[in-house]
């Protein structure tokens, strides 16, 4: 389980050369204090011989062998980077008799490295460590019912395992015997312990609560939801956002054109009468030092970094920076319905026969047709049939069946041609009066109505009814107070049932009876209307228009394999209230990529100014432009790890940063 994990930061050779350069600095200033330095030398080039001289040199070369190598191959490919800038202002300012600078900029800047590579390795580590908090081993069960123990890591898919209360799940699959809690946050974000039955999908790494369990394994030991979870956010994090891409280029451009400037500065002043070449020479470097682009180019990436990894703490899987800042950016939501806006669990209300064929009957052939498929009208229609006794086939001969997605299913049985599914579904010719009075009653309460058919001719419609998710109204009505002022309902549900649904949650807009290709076209016009939007549906029977939307967003994820690996942002837990957090994540990453940006350019053109006026020495440039402002950006990207769910009846601020 622990094969991920990186080696720290603080124990590589660059950070015991970081310490080291920081002992000899500190050797250094305390000989200063007590023996004082040699006396001044003439001239530009004054290298500094005494005692403390020699122990900053020594302080320079160590601190510096962590960047030296890099800086000489920039000037030799003339590919300029801050390496480049900070092994010329040591090396200018060991030439002009300033060693205790010329530590300082190697201490510092090697130590501001440190800091942010542990920021960042810090925020990957909380993902590795999810790993880590699977078990080790796991109670396996023979087939003739003995138990042993067995590493977790060997663990297949097909074995049995039994898990008991205070227990850790081994292994990804499915209850085959018991009952118990099993408290889930790691995976799904999930607060309260959920109720698990036999049948119910379980993960590995999740506890076992109060129950016994005995679980048979859906997966081998190495490729569990939360392998999946943390491999997936481990090629998030090396991913660029758009913003990313930004920086890096404008820091190819940015630092030739400071080094320029340094040097201009260093020249011309002397040439115009304007003070001394050393002077002058002094203010170059130091000007060297403030415009290092470090504190710029860390300000996106460990935001983004952040942001994905707190994001999946709480159950939230962000694919890369590109969606964290469209999500963040979008004012436009479209949502599936059906398992989106409502549980996703269809039940028959009405069964209501139109000729001489009785009720029984008309369910019996319709669950006989939809046994055949596995859409979740079918699926409705035959759990029904069974818990009235109505799956019996009466004889039937079911063939040519075939699944017209959007429509319904059609086949021959007995000879005659049968369908169940919409109106489209029959010929063209065929319309809603056809079945008197009854259709428009149940469309008027809000049912998805099936139409029964033989032969063209309609034996019977069949009503059904999907609860509304009770935290939608609340999700939506927040997501809007927060600035996604476009919200639209898409489905292939028929225009009453989508409009009953459309009105209870409070959506913008209804589009209805939907066919699959119709949703993506849907989707590519939202889009369009609104400079970008995103797509929430439940998985990848929505896949297509998932794909045609900025961000695809894909509810629970943890249940569907396929779904994490097809979806932008899938929500692990099958929970709407996961939808605001993950907005509210990619919203703050926006602002503090923005801040932290306008801050590190900020900070260094004011430095410059008093850099180029004298004001700003070596030390301070170091201590300010370069380690001050790469560990402001840092820290504050790390305030994302502190942002919480709430729910949508909580507090205003709830989810807001601690």
């Given amino acids: 389980m622990n094969g991920n994990t990186r080696p720290s930061p603080w124990t590589t050779s660059e950070a015991i050369r970081t310490y080291a350069s920081g002992a000899l600095w500190t050797a250094g200033l305390v000989l200063v204090f007590v023996v004082g330095h040699g006396p001044d030398q003439a001239g530009w080039w004054r290298i500094r011989t005494d005692a403390a001289g020699w122990v900053f040199l020594a302080s320079a070369l160590v601190g510096g062998w962590n960047f030296f190598p890099k800086g000489v191959r920039a000037a030799r490919t003339l590919r300029l980077d801050m390496n480049f800038l900070m092994t010329a202002a040591i090396a200018g300012a060991v030439l002009i008799g300033e060693p205790l600078e010329a530590a300082a900029i190697a201490f510092l800047f090697s130590l501001a490295e440190l800091l942010e590579s542990s920021a960042v390795v810090r925020a990957r580590h909380s993902i590795d460590a999810l790993l880590r908090l699977a078990p080790e081993v796991a109670t396996l069960v023979a087939e ?12 297949r898919a097909g074995e049995r395992v039994r898990v008991r209360p205070g227990e850790k799940v081994p292994i990804d699959g499915v209850v085959v015997e018991g009952q118990s809690g099993v408290n889930q946050a790691n995976v799904t974000g999930e607060s309260v312990p959920v109720a698990k039955s036999v049948g119910d999908p379980v993960f590995a790494s999740t506890l076992n609560t109060d129950g016994f369990l005995e679980i048979e394994a859906t997966t081998d030991a190495g490729d569990t939801t939360l392998h999946r979870i943390a491999r997936l956010v481990r090629e998030a994090q090396s991913k660029r956002s758009p913003t990313e891409q930004f920086v890096q280029k404008f820091a190819r451009y940015y630092t030739p054109a400071v080094t320029a400037a340094a040097v201009l500065v260093m020249a011309v002043p002397p040439l115009l009468g304007l003070g001394t070449g050393l002077m002058w020479f002094e203010r170059g470097l130091t000007l060297l030092v403030i415009a290092c682009p470090c504190a710029l180019v860390i300000a996106t990436p460990v935001t983004i970094v952040s942001a994905i990894t707190s994001a999946a703490r709480h159950g939230v899987l962000i694919k890369g920076g590109e969606y964290v800042e469209s999500l963040g950016a979008t004012c436009a939501i479209a949502f599936d319905k059906t398992g989106t806006l409502t549980l996703g669990e269809l039940e028959v209300t009405d069964v209501v026969p139109l000729g001489d064929m009785s009720g029984d009957r008309l369910l019996r052939l319709a669950a006989a047709m939809e046994r055949r498929s596995e859409h979740p009208i079918a699926e409705a229609i035959v759990r029904y049939a069974s818990e009235t006794g109505g799956l019996r086939e009466d004889g039937w001969t079911v063939e040519e069946f075939r699944a017209h997605p959007g429509l319904g299913v059609t086949a021959t049985v007995d000879g005659a041609r049968v369908a169940v599914g919409t109106i489209e ?10 079945f008197g009075d009854h259709f428009d009653a149940l469309q008027r309460a809000g049912r998805t109505v099936v139409v029964v058919s033989r032969d063209g001719v309609p034996l019977g419609l069949i009503g059904l009814a999907d609860a509304l998710r009770p935290e939608a109204p609340g999700v939506l009505a927040r997501l809007r107070r927060e600035g996604v002022h476009h919200q639209i309902l898409l489905t292939g549900d028929q225009n009453y049932a989508a409009r009953a649904i459309g009105d209870a949650v409070g959506v913008d807009e209804v589009m209805a009876e939907l ?12 889009v ?10 439940d998985g990848v029977n929505d896949a297509p228009a998932l794909a045609a939307a900025d961000v695809g967003i894909a509810m629970g994820g943890a249940g569907s394999p396929a779904t994490i690996e097809t979806a932008d942002i899938a929500l692990m837990a099958d929970d709407l209230n996961m939808l605001p957090y993950a907005r509210r994540v990619s919203q703050l990453a926006r602002r503090l990529v ?3 940006i306008a801050f590190a350019l900020g900070i ?12 700003v020495s070596l030390i301070v440039a170091v201590l300010v432009g370069d380690m001050g402002a790469s560990l402001a950006v840092t820290l504050n990207a790390m305030r994302l790890a502190r942002l919480k769910p709430r729910q949508a009846g909580d507090p205003p601020r709830g989810d807001h940063v601690a």
């Fill in 515 to 526: 066919k699959p290709e119709g949703k993506v076209a849907a989707v590519r016009e939202i």
């Fill in 144 to 155: 003739d019912g003995s138990e042993r123990t067995v590493p977790a890591s060997d663990l």
């Fill in 528 to 537: 369009r209307a609104h400079r970008g939007a995103a797509m929430v549906g």
């Fill in 594 to 596: 923005r801040f932290n």
């Fill in 604 to 615: 260094k053109a004011i430095l410059a100014v008093g850099a180029v006026g004298g004001f």
């Fill in 425 to 434: 579904l029959l010929a063209p010719a065929d319309d809603a009066r056809r």
